[in-house]
């Protein structure tokens, strides 16, 4: 008994241990069966799209900067950026939602954040990000990708990646402001990506009365 709990654990261990730099493409192909089409220099249809990608980011920052965004921390700034980038993608003419789901459901949580049509009558998908220029090159986890059953990668496409360096302008005493100050669009394909196993649980199997020692009400 002594050793097969000790081959337990150490297999346990084993399963936990981080996975360290896989390619984006081959965990999309895996979890999707989709590819991630390559950006192709020399193809003048994504040329096309990455002068328009290059508008739209132009157009985000013009449009934040006219009265900036208020939160109260820097990190918060990327929860209101999408929409700036939607709007700026509508107006260089590219039709862009949150991208459906492989049952149908449109869903705007999770990677990737849009979903666009080129002019070409491609899908494109795009994940909406912001950065700030003295934390780039530092190794705090900034993209995520979780499984999903449902997930949001349905077709073969280029997966583009919008930044916005945000700068805090003006200190508030409850909220401060911020504002763009430059952009970076990136194409993923070659993305490395760690994995990082978790154990979880939900309601029904934590509180049962096994477990709860006491409980009481406030009146």
Request: proline share 3%.
């Amino acid at each position: 008994m002594g050793d097969y709990v000790d081959q337990l654990e150490k297999v346990i261990k084993q399963m936990l241990s981080p996975l360290k730099e896989i390619p984006l493409k081959l965990v999309i192909e895996s979890l999707c069966n989709h590819t991630i089409i390559p950006y192709d220099p020399s193809d003048s249809r994504d040329v096309s799209v990455l002068k328009n990608l290059v508008l739209a980011a132009g157009k985000a920052g013009i449009k934040i900067n006219k009265n900036g965004i208020q939160r109260r921390r820097a990190n918060e700034v990327g929860n209101d950026i999408e929409q700036f980038i939607k709007s700026a993608l509508s107006e260089v003419g590219y039709s862009c939602q949150s991208p459906k789901t492989i049952n149908g459901h449109q869903k705007a949580m999770g990677y990737p954040d849009l979903e666009f049509i080129d002019e070409f009558g491609r899908t494109n998908y795009l994940e909406c990000k912001t950065y700030n220029i003295q934390n780039i090159g530092i190794t705090m986890r900034s993209f995520y990708l979780s499984p999903s059953e449902d997930h949001k990668i349905t077709k073969d496409a280029h997966h583009f990646l919008i930044s916005l360096e945000m700068i805090e302008e003006k200190r508030g005493e409850a909220l401060n402001q911020y504002k763009c100050k430059g952009w970076k669009i990136l194409s993923l394909e070659k993305l490395l990506v760690d994995v990082k196993y978790e154990f979880n649980s939900d309601n029904a199997r934590l509180y049962t009365k096994d477990l709860i020692l006491a409980e009481g009400q406030i009146v």
